[in-house]
Antibody, heavy 121, light 105 residues
């Protein structure tokens, strides 16, 4: 069965970087994409970006341009989301979700369990 | 950016009743609209995509309708496990989510 397993909770100081892992299993990794969404406390879901596992193409939400990078390791079917220059308002649960390989304009059909990133001095 | 607005913010219903949730887009998204359910402490779960297509394993109690800028999610005969927050998401022009509707007893 499709399963996305994310890395554990992180506590970071303002200005630092965080890298969250998302390991996919139960399906052919290179036929799909991975999208990243975050949810700050009491806020709506916010799309961050997408990476195609077919060819490595990426798209990022305008609000995260220059601060976020998505990468993948096809040998371990793992996708990584790195967010830099962290601020207190980056405190959120970060989710990865399986998506379409051909476009960022899609929905996530299977989601990881979420990774809480707390930014505090 | 396409803004998604959901109403009402909170919907109080009793088990066995029907719930009707609305989602409006600031411009047309055609039928590129998905609905998700999220219970406390859990990840979002895909219910509907393409405005009206139920995802695999989703109960027929859930139905979606609409196109363009106006969409509806209907939950017929609410069960205890249906009390949750529901989000709509458009994927016609990048991706944006609505603010959610909390369905409570």
């Amino acid at each position: 069965q499709v399963h996305l397993a994310q890395s554990g909770a992180e506590l970071k100081k303002p200005g630092a970087s965080v890298k969250v892992a998302c390991k996919a299993s139960g399906y052919n990794f290179q036929f799909f994409g991975i999208t990243w969404v975050r949810q700050a406390p009491g806020q709506r879901l916010e799309w961050m970006g997408w990476i195609s596992a077919e060819n490595g193409d990426t798209n990022y939400a305008q609000g995260f341009q220059g601060r976020v990078t998505l990468t993948m390791d096809t040998s371990t079917t793992t996708t990584y989301m790195e967010l830099r220059s962290l601020r207190s308002d980056d405190t959120a649960v970060y989710y990865c979700a399986r998506s379409f390989s051909g476009s960022a304009k899609y929905y996530g059909d299977f989601w990881g369990q979420g990774t809480l990133v707390t930014v505090s001095s | 950016e396409i803004v998604m607005t959901q109403s009402p913010a909170t919907l109080s219903v009793s088990p066995g009743e029907r719930a009707t949730l609305s989602c409006r887009a600031s411009q047309s998204v055609n039928r590129n609209l998905a609905w998700f359910q999220q219970t406390p402490g859990q990840s979002p779960r895909l219910l509907i995509y393409g405005a009206s297509i139920r995802a695999a394993g989703i109960s027929a109690r859930f139905s979606g309708s609409g196109s363009g800028t106006e969409f509806t999610l209907t939950i017929s005969s609410l069960q205890s496990e249906d009390f949750a927050v529901y989000y709509c998401q458009q994927y016609n022009d990048w991706v944006t989510f609505g603010g959610g509707t909390k369905v409570e007893i």
